[in-house]
Each structure stands twice: as structure tokens, then as C-alpha cells.
């Protein structure tokens, strides 16, 4: 019932505030809403989706383009407020963000995260095992949206510098 009544589309100037609201809300302090914050007005191409549940933001997810192979992202962060937790907010703002990287034409994502919980949605811990990373270990996994585009790499993977103030 609540996913029904949730818009999920791209976020827009003007739900700056209330993104990093939700972010700083969702991770208890500020790291993840200055990350957001710097990568939304950087210069990186990013894809930044919010859950708006009447007219209220309670989700939000960026993923940002990376250094590695190409047409790469890296999905950080994914944040829903904790009052809305258990309505699968965080979920469908996932599936959606991925779609849209794969219509927009990205090949690859990766996140550094839960193997359980993203592993749900086709990430794979093996699949980057080969790739050099600041983030080693099962929680750097990756999900290719065109096949052969992290299985076939060799190399590293470089994030946006804004994570590096984190």
C-alpha cells in the first residue's frame, strides 16, 4: 500500500534539503549527506532518484560514475528514513535506479555493502574479486548490466574524489 502511494523519480534541485535530510536521518550523522552533497553538484555524471510519499521525501539513492571499467558506477549511498524502513522504499528505489542505469546505457555497477541484501538484486561479491579497490572483501561486489563488462576487467577501479573526504 505504501509503495503505491510513493512516487519514485529523479530528484530535483529544490529536494536538496530534504535528501539530506533523509540521508543524515538514515546513517545517524552527517558523512553520507556531505557525500551526496558533494557529489550532486560535482562534476561527475551522477543518477540520483528519491521516494517521495506525499510530497515528503523518505528515500533516496545516488549512484555516481567511477574510474574502471567502462561506463562504471559505484551505488553510494542508499538511504531511507528510519520511520519507513520496513515498506520496501529502499528496495524499489534500487531496482529503479538500476533500470535507469541500464536505459541510460552504464555497463557496470558496484557497491560496497551487505552481500545479502544486494546480492537480491544480482550483485556478486565474485564478480569483483579481480578488481583493485580501496574497499576489499565480500562487501565490494559488483553487477554488471552488460555482460562481460567486470568479469573480463582487469584493473582498478578509482571512486569520485568526494569519497575520500568520508
Known amino acids: 500500500m505504501i509503495l503505491e502511494k510513493t512516487a519514485f523519480r529523479p530528484s530535483e534541485p529544490e529536494d536538496r534539503l530534504a535528501i539530506l ?7 545517524g550523522g ?3 549527506a556531505k557525500l551526496v552533497d558533494s557529489l550532486i553538484s560535482g562534476p561527475l ?3 540520483s532518484m528519491v521516494a517521495d510519499l506525499d510530497r515528503m521525501i523518505v528515500g533516496h539513492i545516488l549512484l555516481s560514475q567511477l574510474e574502471g571499467p567502462q561506463k562504471s558506477l559505484a551505488l553510494a549511498p542508499l538511504g531511507v528514513d528510519p520511520e519507513w524502513r520496513d515498506f ?3 528496495t524499489e528505489l534500487t531496482n529503479r535506479a ?3 542505469a541500464r536505459d541510460e546505457g552504464w555497463h557496470s555497477i558496484f557497491v560496497f555493502g551487505d552481500p545479502v541484501y544486494y546480492g537480491r538484486f ?3 561479491s565474485e564478480l569483483a574479486r579481480h578488481v583493485t579497490t580501496p574497499y576489499p572483501g565480500p562487501a565490494f561486489q559488483a553487477l554488471e ?3 562481460g563488462a567486470v568479469a573480463e576487467y582487469r584493473g582498478s577501479v578509482r571512486y569520485a574524489d568526494a569519497f575520500d573526504q568520508v
Open 88 to 90: 520496501l522504499i529502499g
Open 145 to 147: 548490466l552488460v555482460q
Open 98 to 100: 538500476i533500470a535507469r
Open 21 to 27: 535530510a533523509v540521508q543524515r536521518r538514515a546513517f
Open 122 to 124: 544480482g550483485f556478486k
Open 45 to 47: 555524471p551522477t543518477i
Open 30 to 32: 552527517e558523512a553520507e
